[in-house]
């Protein structure tokens, strides 16, 4: 981000500074107008999964534009829509049925949530109207995604004029802050469970539509994982109240944590609706999606056959052909098993040459999806005051530097703290990824520095 007197027609995040200008993108660098060279060492917010420029994707579109470019889905459907569709639910053992395509996470995110709602209308539970979500979550900037979420700073200026007031939270599974001091897996896991348990009962479970969480938390908490045993448990409690569980993959979906869906690590765990975005079209075109399970498919199909919902854009033939390119290049290199294999690397490296470090509090992730957590007081977890803009001094210094992080800070229960997440390519290469290494550290000693 450089201070110059903006020029720029864009509405920027910031109205005093505009960002550098990319020029041009190929494999996991970008090349600014400056001429200098960036490393991608988070692909957006875990966007790029197959990397910058690849030329099967651009001969897909190109192929596509010649074919149809754009077809109403009221009347149509498409090839690629069709294709894309296919290749994610062929074959995959939870059941889930059917795609619905649209432009963005928070899309996917209020479609999920509006299938829910018409499930319990057309299944004769009307009552149904509240969703149990958990803090430091994001869920997208839509009015609907935004009320699920807990984004405390994003959300003060709506909250009781646009956001939705039939949502209830309970605590994330955020061992560093949520897990007592010696208290064991089971037992943390177990204490989510059970308050969840007591959060349906206290709302009226018979009043609850659906339970919504990240399955990997992203964007504001970092790269939080759940603990053995949690996500199974979570689902036995929707089954027991009849409740749909919802899992928001839009960022650590696509193969980022090793396995296609994140959700696959978690045991016996199959979602009534999950959504997928950042990774599905992996940054080349706009595009996300929601895959639905079969009982929640059944009960609109036998009620009144439709689903009340619908975008111009959605199902768009340039992005699912896009998307479907993606697909087939992630088959193609083995990149969801290559992306387990470097993220144990990339693991031990940050554990080894970063968890010693004076102000790194935490570093938690899986696959290429990795969230450094710092603090003031490694002993009392302290977190900087927010004037130190810790993560935002790692970003710029980072960018200097020739390496794109990504920063936040997580705000929930009155902490507010500094995290970046790192969400390479899941192609990047050992030596990039040495690179990767080696700018961070060199980031990070600049930072430890100037705020001690
Ligand atoms: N869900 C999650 C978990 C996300 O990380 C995001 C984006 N950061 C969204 C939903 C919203 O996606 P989009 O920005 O594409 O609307």
């Known amino acids: 981000m450089t201070a110059q007197a903006t020029d720029s027609k864009i509405l920027h995040r910031s109205l005093i500074t505009h960002p550098e200008t990319v020029e041009s993108a190929s494999g996991s660098y970008y090349t600014l107008s400056n001429g200098q060279k960036i490393l991608d060492g988070c692909t957006g917010a875990a966007v790029a999964v197959i990397g910058h420029g690849d030329p099967d994707v651009k001969a897909a579109v190109m192929e596509q534009m010649s074919q149809v470019s754009y077809a109403h889905t009221l009347a149509f459907t498409t090839n690629s829509a069709e294709e894309l569709a296919s290749t994610l639910l062929e074959g995959n053992p939870f059941g889930l049925c059917k795609a619905y395509f649209v432009g963005s996470g928070s899309e996917a995110m209020d479609a999920a949530m509006k299938l829910a709602r018409q499930y319990w209308v057309e299944?004769?539970?009307?009552?149904?109207?509240?969703?149990?979500?958990?803090?430091?979550?994001?869920?997208?900037?839509?009015?609907?995604?935004?009320?699920?979420?807990?984004?405390?700073?994003?959300?003060?200026?709506?909250?009781?004029?646009?956001?939705?007031?039939?949502?209830?939270?309970?605590?994330?599974?955020?061992?560093?802050?949520?897990?007592?001091?010696?208290?064991?897996?089971?037992?943390?896991?177990?204490?989510?469970?059970?308050?969840?348990?007591?959060?349906?009962?206290?709302?009226?479970?018979?009043?609850?539509?659906?339970?919504?969480?990240?399955?990997?938390?992203?964007?504001?908490?970092?790269?939080?994982?759940?603990?053995?045993?949690?996500?199974?448990?979570?689902?036995?409690?929707?089954?027991?109240?009849?409740?749909?569980?919802?899992l928001d993959e839009v960022m650590c979906g696509s193969g980022r944590t090793g396995t296609y869906f994140a959700f696959a690590q978690e045991g016996d765990v199959r979602p009534d609706l999950v959504t997928l975005g950042k990774g599905l079209g992996g940054g080349y075109t706009p595009i996300a999606g929601v895959l639905a399970h079969r009982k929640v498919i059944d009960v609109l199909a036998k009620g009144s056959g439709v689903f009340v919902h619908g975008h111009t854009y959605q199902a768009h033939p340039l992005c699912c052909a896009a998307a479907l390119a993606v697909q087939k290049v992630l088959e193609r290199d083995n990149l969801v098993a290559n992306c387990a294999e470097k993220g144990k690397w990339l693991e031990e490296q940050l554990r080894k040459k970063l968890g010693p470090r004076k102000y790194v509090g935490n570093i938690r992730g899986r696959g290429l999806f990795w969230g450094l957590e710092f603090v003031k007081d490694k002993k009392t977890k302290e977190p900087f005051s927010p004037d130190v803009h810790f993560s935002r001094e790692m970003r710029n210094e980072a960018q200097r530097l020739g390496l794109a992080i990504y920063p936040g800070t997580g705000t929930a229960d009155g902490y507010v703290g500094d995290h970046v997440i790192l969400a390479p390519p899941l192609n990047v290469s050992q030596e990039d990824l040495d690179i990767l290494m080696d700018l961070l550290m060199k980031t990070y000693d600049v930072v430890e520095k100037r705020v001690s």
């Open 123 to 246: 299944a004769g539970e009307p009552q149904r109207r509240r969703f149990v979500a958990r803090r430091q979550a994001y869920h997208g900037n839509t009015i609907g995604a935004m009320s699920v979420g807990s984004n405390v700073a994003r959300k003060a200026p709506y909250e009781g004029v646009l956001l939705l007031d039939n949502v209830s939270y309970v605590s994330p599974a955020y061992a560093y802050r949520v897990q007592k001091e010696g208290e064991a897996e089971e037992a943390y896991s177990q204490r989510l469970v059970d308050e969840l348990d007591a959060e349906f009962q206290t709302v009226g479970p018979e009043t609850i539509m659906a339970f919504i969480a990240e399955t990997v938390g992203g964007a504001t908490a970092a790269c939080i994982t759940p603990p053995r045993g949690y996500f199974e448990g979570v689902r036995r409690l929707c089954d027991k109240y009849g409740i749909l569980l919802i």
